[in-house]
């Protein structure tokens, strides 16, 4: 139910046409391990430089605008859709998370933020012991 809701969201925020003007929201997954919390957000045609991650508290925010350069005069437009994309995205983290240890790559598109939990948030094994002597 809460993807559908998200989905319904992101498509509200989707606006395209004559005035070149496209805001939606990165697909993301969010694994957590033992040791780390790993998120994976599409953002085809970003570059690395026109993305900003942070990290405040629980909450992951990704933030992109892209924009289209056209020096040259190409012809008349009909439409004109790849002049400016942007997107703003808040997510709540699973755990806490040290955002100086944090990892950040971009691969074909998909940004992969590896974030380490702190060690207070890491499971801790309890050792079990016999009492002898009954």
Known sequence: MAEAIDRLFDEAFVVSGNGGLNVSTPKV?????DDNV?????????????VDVRVEGNLLTLHGEHKEEHDQKEGQYHV???RQASFHRVLPLPTDVDPDKAKAEFDNGVLRLTL????NAKPKRINITAKSGK
């Open 29 to 33: 997954d969010v694994i957590e391990n």
């Open 38 to 50: 790993v998120v994976k957000a599409e953002m085809p045609g970003m570059k690395p430089e026109e």
């Open 80 to 82: 004109r859709e790849m």
């Open 116 to 119: 380490p939990k702190h060690e």
